[in-house]
């Protein structure tokens, strides 16, 4: 029988079982479920567990026991309670370390300030001078900028990391969806391993939990934008493992059936080698909690856009994350850009709490907002927004899609098209999205 507990402070407090009690209650009634006996058999079932993984001369850690706890909520399907558990854990976390700041005042004032500097240099601060590129030729030109700033903040960012190479054992590249990951891990990857600098890419992707257990809506949409659906403390484990020399076996995701399978791939970190985790919830501080501050480096990345409407408002660093994501949600994924902006109201509640909260936590912010892309983006997207309005406009519980296309369709309407998507540079970050011509 387990008998004591290690308190986060280190010290030692006698096992409560009625605490788990205590603790589900809180998180089942967050979702309206009051059935206590349910309640009841789940908090014996987490002391069985306990019992089963420490001996009678071993005391578990209070984040042991929430470990169990949220697997004993996921394998019994309780997917609705696991959440709220997990929100709640994170948030008395955030309260303990006073994590209280607004989302701008995450950002680094100064690459805010650098981006609007640079766009009053090329004269592309307004949408309406950002047209006339367009009107008078130029714009051509301010794509070639624009490629050339985001490559040197991607030196700037290699440079860092440089600096650090002898103590970094895990690079977590991070930031909310469509932020542009994908080709900014992999030019980052190429400019550092021109110093032989080599990467074990870690997938977060194949933790999540079997399809069977997400959470889904009464759309029959999944909601996978929270750090919830992942196994998180399986993969602080195996991040934690690999950095200590030892051999892991990563899962694979089966994303077409929704399972998790295990297929006996081997995983060590060789001498020399960094861990790469690229993953919008890379940041979690849960994901990598057991590995010392010191050994890793975090970029996060946003669409830092300081350009102004006709209006004088700043367009919105989501709208452009949006945008991106529903072109490449239509040529990747084979989603209507409607489906898409049905379903960005998980994707951006899911940054909210559980993706930008963790800026603080990065050691480089990085733009990768392109001055140019508005008008390329109007190109693939403009036809779409009208009929997105009027399928969402009459549906009370879809208010904030039409609230979103209608934005969309009144910011896209200020701006003249580009219909040469191919002046684009192949390896652009844009690229990303659009795909290649």
């Known amino acids: 029988m387990i008998k004591k507990i290690y308190k986060r402070d ?15 209650t809180k998180a089942a009634a967050e979702v309206g479920v009051k059935d206590l006996d349910l309640i009841k058999k789940l908090a014996d079932r987490v002391v069985v567990v306990v019992e089963q ?71 592309c601060e307004t949408i309406a001078k950002l047209n006339e590129h367009i009107k008078i030729g130029t714009f051509p030109d301010l794509i070639k900028a624009a490629e050339k700033r985001y490559d040197d903040e991607v030196q700037k960012v290699a440079e860092t990391i440089l600096d650090r190479k002898d103590k970094i054992k895990l690079l977590i590249i991070a930031g ?76 694979f995701y089966d994303f077409p059936t929704g399972d998790r399978q295990w ?33 890793k480096f975090g970029l996060y990345l946003e669409t830092l856009c300081q350009l102004k409407d006709k209006d004088g408002r700043f367009v919105k660093w989501t709208d452009i994350r949006l ?31 559980n993706i930008i909260p963790n800026i603080s936590q990065a050691d480089y912010v990085l733009n990768t907002s392109l001055a140019y892309e508005l ?12 009929e997105a309005a009027l399928v969402y406009q009459d549906d009370p519980e879809k208010i904030d899609a039409f609230v979103r296309a209608k934005r969309l369709y009144e910011l896209l309407s200020e701006v003249e098209e580009w219909s040469h998507p191919d002046d684009v540079p192949k390896n652009s970050l844009l690229r990303e999205f659009i795909g290649q011509a």
Do not use: C
Request: aromatic share 12%; glycine share 6%; hydrophobic share 35%.
């Open 10 to 24: 280190g010290t030692v407090a006698p096992f409560n079982s009625q605490k788990i009690v205590e603790a589900i």
């Open 53 to 123: 993984t420490f001996s009678a001369e071993e005391a578990p850690t209070v984040e042991d026991m929430q470990d169990i706890v949220e697997q004993i909520l996921v394998e019994a399907g309780q997917s609705n309670i696991a959440k709220a558990y997990i929100l709640y854990r994170q948030k008395r976390k955030e309260l303990r370390e006073k994590q209280t700041k607004q989302e701008i005042e995450k950002i680094p004032y100064r690459v805010i300030w650098e981006t609007l500097v640079w766009n009053l240099e090329h004269s």
């Open 176 to 251: 909310p969806s469509s932020s542009g990951k994908s080709t900014t891990t992999e030019r980052l990857a190429e400019v550092l391993g021109q110093y032989k600098i080599s990467f074990l890419k870690f997938s977060v992707d194949n933790y999540f939990y079997d399809k069977k257990i997400q959470i889904q809506d009464k759309y029959g949409d999944f909601d996978y934008e929270g750090p919830y659906a992942l196994e998180i403390s399986l993969i602080n484990k195996h991040l934690f493992d690999l950095t200590r020399g030892k051999t892991i076996e990563m899962p």
């Open 263 to 295: 297929r006996g791939e081997k995983m060590k970190l060789e001498p020399g080698q960094i861990i790469l985790v690229d993953s919008h919830f890379g940041l979690y501080d849960r994901l990598s909690e057991k590995i010392p501050r010191p050994q």
């Open 323 to 353: 945008l991106r994501r529903m072109i490449r949600d239509y040529h990747y994924r084979a989603l209507e850009p409607i489906k898409t902006i049905g379903h960005w109201h998980y994707v951006r509640r899911g940054e909210i709490k």
């Open 375 to 386: 008008p390329i983006l109007k190109h693939f997207l403009f036809k779409y927004l009208p």
